[in-house]
């Protein structure tokens, strides 16, 4: 038996018996599970919902993509900051500690690549 942890707070378990009633089916399709980049996250919320777009910036470009919207209620959302917490100690656990200038001046939104010309 295999066991995975998702956001919120989902334990999966990978059975091979198959008489399990528990057992919670999750479907990933090919052209999901190839995944979208995103360099940026924009986080807005109101009382009702958090909504996070992602982005993709890239050097030059005039324009940034939204390549995904996902919204969450409040309590999804506080969950999936947990889940975040959560797999960032593992990670680091095993591969080491994330460096990063997380505390100074953002990044530069053209990656210090040239400005595109017509």
Not at 22 to 44: K, M, P
Not at 54 to 80: E, Q, W
Not at 85 to 96: H, S
Request: hydrophobic share 35%; glycine share 6%.
């Amino acid at each position: 038996m295999a066991e995975f942890y998702t956001w919120p707070f989902l334990k999966i378990h990978i059975m091979e018996n198959k008489q399990n009633q528990n057992r919670l089916d999750i479907e990933l399709s090919q052209e999901v599970s190839q995944g979208t980049y995103s360099n940026l996250a924009i986080i807005s919320h109101s009382s009702s919902e958090f909504i996070i777009d992602f982005v993709r910036v890239m050097p030059g470009a005039p324009k940034a993509p939204v390549k995904s919207r996902i919204i969450l209620t409040p309590d999804n959302a506080k969950r999936l900051l947990g889940a975040l917490k959560e797999n960032v100690n593992k990670f680091e656990k095993t591969f080491g500690e994330i460096k990063g200038n997380f505390d100074g001046p953002p990044m530069p939104m053209n990656f210090g690549g040239p400005t595109p010309e017509a």
